[in-house]
């Protein structure tokens, strides 16, 4: 893990001491790097990639304009504000100095961290009054109070760290990795690798083995992975995922599964994939379809035999073909579900990138 620290050059010299001690304490844990002006910033991110930059302090131009190159490079953002958000403060020229800048970046820009680390309660509480980050960890300052140490202090920091870089995992994965996402599911639904057609992509990569772990976890589809590992008898590296945090969106909830929302009595198995579809659509319209519909709708198709004809007939009626079609492609796209088990062909149009879209991004905080 890289981490790129950045204060101003004008900061004080605790915030200096602060970042200092860190980048000590944090020894191999991380690599951390500390510059303090904008050219040094700019040259560091030109020469390597990142994966966070932790901004310290707040108030300076330079920090919205290097948060907007780090962003645009997918290296993602903690900011520390060192007390610079509390009332006391932003009331000290509030009208020519803080005002402005927090209409134009600095809300903003606290808006887009991944995370705000704050020294005690009383910040924590200023930070919650403002409402600009629900994402606030408490972590105190060794050099202001005895109450911690310096390892613990470092200790703690690499840990949020660690759950930055755990949380919303699909944007950090690899085309490669994505590939063989699909694969073992595709794999983990049949239970047979003759379903794949394809020689499987492998991942060498033990960061990448974790962000899929990650992915596969909050997706709720770790045991449909678990089969396809087993069934292709891939030797996958071993994450304790309870022990493997993470950050999500705000009014998040773990999604419930197509069976658990309508039930199991149907007359016909046509009757049972209206109800599906049907939901599916509820579903759409609210923003809460998942990856993990669409496995369940993969095995489905594949386990169970329908009337097309009388099928697609039923969804024309109730004008839900055009969008059955829609979920087709989406799930052969993300689970490798094959034409042979489609009732109707798949359509790929601009509604059905956008469903996609939603669906690769609704773990994005």
Same mark, same amino acid.
């Given at each position: 893990?890289?981490?790129?620290?950045?204060?101003?050059?004008?900061?004080?010299?605790?915030?200096?001491?602060?970042?200092?001690?860190?980048?000590?304490?944090?020894?191999?844990?991380?690599?951390?790097?500390?510059?303090?002006?904008?050219?040094?910033?700019?040259?560091?991110?030109?020469?390597?990639?990142?994966?966070?930059?932790?901004?310290?302090?707040?108030?300076?131009?330079?920090?919205?304009?290097?948060?907007?190159?780090?962003?645009?490079?997918?290296?993602?953002?903690?900011?520390?504000?060192?007390?610079?958000?509390?009332?006391?403060?932003?009331?000290?020229?509030?009208?020519?100095?803080?005002?402005?800048?927090?209409?134009?970046?600095?809300?903003?820009?606290?808006?887009?961290?991944?995370?705000?680390?704050?020294?005690?309660?009383?910040?924590?509480?200023?930070?919650?009054?403002?409402?600009?980050?629900?994402?606030?960890?408490?972590?105190?300052?060794?050099?202001?109070?005895?109450?911690?140490?310096?390892?613990?202090?470092?200790?703690?920091?690499?840990?949020?760290?660690?759950?930055?870089?755990?949380?919303?995992?699909?944007?950090?994965?690899?085309?490669?990795?994505?590939?063989?996402?699909?694969?073992?599911?595709?794999?983990?639904?049949?239970?047979?690798?003759?379903?794949?057609?394809?020689?499987?992509?492998?991942?060498?990569?033990?960061?990448?083995?974790?962000?899929?772990?990650?992915?596969?976890?909050?997706?709720?589809?770790?045991?449909?992975?678990?089969?396809?590992?087993?069934?292709?008898?891939?030797?996958?590296?071993?994450?304790?995922?309870?022990?493997?945090?993470?950050?999500?969106?705000?009014?998040?909830?773990?999604?419930?599964?197509?069976?658990?929302?309508?039930?199991?009595?149907?007359?016909?198995?046509?009757?049972?994939? /209206?109800?599906?579809?049907?939901?599916?659509? =509820? !579903? +759409?319209? &609210?923003? $809460?379809?998942?990856?993990?519909?669409?496995?369940? *709708?993969?095995?489905?198709?594949?386990?169970?035999?329908?009337?097309?004809?009388?099928?697609?007939?039923?969804?024309?009626?109730?004008?839900?073909?055009?969008?059955?079609?829609?979920?087709?492609?989406?799930?052969?796209?993300?689970?490798?579900?094959?034409?042979?088990? /489609?009732?109707?062909?798949?359509?790929?149009? =601009? !509604? +059905?990138? &956008?469903? $996609?879209?939603?669906?690769?991004?609704?773990?994005? *905080?």
């Amino acid at each position: 893990m890289r981490i790129l620290h950045y204060y101003a050059s004008n900061a004080p010299e605790g915030v200096i001491a602060y970042v200092k001690t860190l980048c000590e304490e944090m020894g191999n844990d991380a690599e951390n790097e500390s510059v303090s002006t904008l050219q040094e910033v700019l040259q560091s991110l030109r020469d390597k990639h990142y994966d966070l930059l932790h901004i310290h302090g707040c108030w300076q131009y330079a920090a919205n304009r290097i948060a907007r190159i780090a962003l645009q490079l997918g290296t993602r953002l903690i900011v520390t504000p060192h007390g610079q958000l509390e009332p006391w403060i932003m009331k000290q020229r509030y009208w020519k100095e803080k005002l402005p800048k927090q209409l134009l970046f600095q809300r903003k820009l606290v808006q887009q961290a991944y995370a705000v680390i704050v020294q005690g309660k009383m910040e924590e509480e200023c930070l919650r009054k403002l409402s600009w980050n629900s994402r606030t960890v408490i972590i105190r300052n060794s050099l202001i109070t005895n109450t911690t140490t310096a390892k613990l202090m470092a200790q703690q920091q690499w840990k949020v760290y660690r759950k930055i870089m755990d949380s919303n995992t699909w944007e950090l994965m690899t085309d490669g990795t994505k590939t063989t996402l699909r694969q073992l599911l595709k794999v983990g639904v049949t239970g047979d690798v003759r379903w794949l057609g394809e020689s499987y992509v492998t991942i060498t990569d033990n960061s990448q083995w974790r962000m899929l772990y990650c992915f596969v976890h909050h997706e709720q589809v770790a045991e449909t992975v678990r089969r396809g590992l087993q069934t292709l008898h891939i030797d996958a590296p071993d994450f304790d995922i309870q022990q493997m945090p993470c950050f999500m969106p705000d009014g998040y909830e773990p999604s419930k599964t197509i069976e658990e929302a309508i039930g199991m009595q149907y007359a016909t198995e046509n009757d049972r994939l /209206m109800a599906t579809f049907r939901h599916l659509r =509820r !579903l +759409t319209m &609210h923003h $809460r379809l998942t990856l993990s519909h669409l496995v369940e *709708l993969d095995r489905e198709l594949r386990n169970h035999d329908t009337a097309e004809d009388q099928l697609c007939d039923a969804l024309k009626e109730r004008r839900l073909y055009k969008f059955a079609r829609r979920i087709m492609q989406l799930t052969y796209d993300l689970t490798g579900l094959d034409e042979g088990h /489609m009732p109707m062909p798949p359509l790929d149009d =601009r !509604l +059905t990138r &956008h469903m $996609r879209k939603y669906i690769d991004n609704h773990l994005k *905080l």
